[in-house]
């Protein structure tokens, strides 16, 4: 029955806060990072973190419905890199990932103007918010880095918010009429997998590297 609710917020997350929007609330509410509790863009006290969560949604009187996460620009490391043929961007993303210090972590690869950008954040941390919220009442729908909207979003008020929120459908149609691999999920070596960064609420389909979308997003 969760699964069915309208998409009418989503959380914007960034290194230090939580950010929740929602239309029918007056302004979005900011839920700051302890630095005891996560450090890094890492949960240290995962338990410590459910239990405060739980309490400012409650205070605050948040209704549980169906939400995206916005992963912030400062969540992720970046690299730009030339236009590749297809083996040699696998190659540069492998060398990418290994020098970021998550040992899960989610990535994707977009167009720019001078060739293509890779960005990669830590898998973990977003996978325990979808946890977290979804046994408050919460159903995370999307997983969208900040990259993906026209406009550089730096803070979330009213009218960003909006923005955003009337964005998300365009961008999810765009991914499914272009045929790109929208959920994937695949072992890159025995430390580090690897799943697209925009993900959907269906269970992912195995791939391997090899299967990995030929094209930048």
Known sequence: MGENKKNKGFFYITRDSLIIYQDDLSAPLVFPFEKNIISDFEIINKEE???QFAVFVQQNKVTPAGMSIILAEDTFFEKDIPLLEKGKKDEALRLFIDTVPFEHVATNSFQTKTGGKLIVTNKDFFDSI???AS?????IQYVIPA???DKKITSIDAISGKYILEKIPQIILNFNSKGICI???YSINASKSIIAILTLKSIPTIYSLSNLCNDFV
Do not use: A
């Open 147 to 149: 990259y993906y909207f």
């Open 183 to 185: 959920s994937i999920n």
């Open 130 to 132: 979808i946890e977290i």
């Open 49 to 51: 973190f459910t239990k």
């Open 135 to 139: 046994k408050l009442g919460f159903v």
